[in-house]
């Protein structure tokens, strides 16, 4: 998929900057869509993107740097692919002619996609329906039937065509991708300690590698166990780990995030809820997936440009996907079961004219900031994504007022496939080097705030 994070992206940006080759008798002043070749539109645009890194989880991997600075100055393919695919639509909405706009996010949903891992059939189809039409818009939009314009049909718009078909054939583009061969190429070239053979020793380290992957298939037990859990952590099962920091003593909850935690227990336990409400706080919980959500408990208390915000998660209820800000996790007892559970500050659905509009690609959502407080099962979040504020965007508020309430969602491209290569994120908050509680201690520590 190197295809879409440096070949479809360089013409993309080159086609927006104005910066691709122009050829007599055409000009750029007929470009409409070279929007950002205003120099001052591009740097407000360059700072709106760097302006977004504190709002991306640590698990995002290296965040997109200005553009208008850095981008002749090795940025990334990754750089590239969160910048373009991930934060671009929502960025270029209203700066952008509206129809290129439009064709722009179309792209971009083909692109995203063909990164997931599972692809239902009716998904593929429909994609690769918009795929084409991605390709003949395209050449209507902007090589118009000119011929001083064949140089912007490039292969990487044509490789369009090729993604549902071939999704169907091998597989999701993701699984097949320069990445993983990327990553091989680096790890077997490190170990390589003959420099007078250097190729012979390449070859015998790939065929070692192979071998020892054939007994680890055979043979699952050769593989090294998951790293342990840090010390105070607890095992909810199902890939999901709560984890430390925790309140020493029970937290008196009151006011609103009372009211919502009241509520929920009452709705799911036999009777009323007497007395004062007092949990113990847990700050992280580990996801299957390998990420970690954080709560604006602990991470509320830290500078904007100290941070890399992880606690906005999507979540799953009544077989719909949602998006809220973790306040803190608690553990309960619903029918004598200890369960853990969330307070999130639920964020509104998505404005739908936008969803629909943009091909699903730029979730506008408003933010109660605290009036919207629920308490959901921890083993309901799915992921950690990111939400930055809509007033990052140039120009926003003076379009719209509300922009401060309002955030817009970015996924991690990609996020479901990196699961398979056993992807965990970085713990720096672990208590290392202190040991791994044993069983028991784990158990008794554990069950002392499960009461309510």
């Known amino acids: 998929m190197h295809w879409a994070s440096l070949n479809w992206t360089d013409l993309i940006l080159a086609l927006f900057r104005g ?90 949903s083909v692109i995203r996609c063909f990164y997931q891992q599972n692809i239902p059939r009716e998904e593929i189809v429909e994609h690769h329906r918009l795929a084409i039409e991605y390709i003949a818009e395209f050449e209507t939009l902007y090589f118009q039937g000119m011929a001083e314009r064949i140089h912007f049909i ?66 699952p037990d050769l593989d ?13 099962g199902g890939g999901y780990v709560l984890l430390r920091a925790k309140d020493e003593y029970r937290h008196n909850i009151d006011g609103a995030a009372g009211q919502a935690i009241r509520t929920y227990l009452e709705n799911h336990s036999d009777g009323p809820i007497m007395g004062t409400l007092s949990v113990v706080r847990w700050a992280r919980l580990q996801l299957p997936n390998g990420q970690i959500a954080r709560s604006a408990w602990k991470e509320g ?22 998006l809220g800000e973790i306040q803190f996790f608690f553990r309960a007892q619903i029918d004598g079961v200890a369960q853990a559970f969330a307070l999130i500050d639920h964020y509104s659905d998505p404005d739908e004219e936008i969803l629909q509009k943009s091909y699903k690609t730029v979730w506008l959502c408003d933010h109660g900031q605290g009036k919207f407080l629920i308490v959901i099962p921890a083993k309901t979040i799915i992921s950690v994504v990111a939400m930055f504020p809509h007033s990052l965007i140039p120009g926003a508020l003076q379009k719209n007022p509300n922009a401060h309430t309002e955030f817009i969602l970015v996924e991690k491209p990609g996020l479901d496939i990196m699961k398979l290569s056993g992807y965990f994120e970085g713990d720096k908050e672990a208590d290392e080097g202190k040991g791994i509680q044993n069983e028991a201690e784990g158990e008794v520590n554990a069950n002392e705030d499960i009461e309510v």
């Open 19 to 108: 910066t691709i080759e122009c050829e007599k008798p055409d000009s750029k002043d007929s470009w409409v869509w070279a929007v950002l070749k205003d120099p001052a539109i591009w740097k407000a645009h360059g700072k709106a993107v760097a302006d977004v890194t504190p709002y991306l989880p640590g698990s995002f991997d290296r965040p997109p740097r200005n553009p208008a600075e850095k981008i002749s100055s090795g940025y990334k393919a990754w750089e590239f692919l969160l910048y373009v695919i991930g934060l671009a639509p929502a960025l270029l909405r209203g700066v952008l002619p509206e129809a290129h706009w439009v064709h722009f996010c179309k792209g971009v």
């Open 154 to 219: 490039r292969q990487s718009v044509h490789a369009f065509s090729h993604l549902g078909p071939e999704a169907i054939r091998v597989g999701p583009a993701g699984l097949h991708s320069q990445w993983p061969i990327e990553r091989s190429i680096g790890n077997l070239g490190r170990e390589i300690k003959s420099h007078s053979q250097p190729y012979a020793n390449l070859a015998e380290r790939g065929l070692r590698r192979c071998q020892v992957n054939a007994l680890k298939a055979m043979i």
């Open 224 to 236: 090294p166990p998951i790293p342990k859990l840090p010390r105070g952590s607890l095992d909810l």
């Open 301 to 322: 208390r830290r500078a904007l440009n100290k941070v890399r915000m992880a606690r906005n998660v999507k979540f799953l209820s009544v077989s719909k996907h949602h």
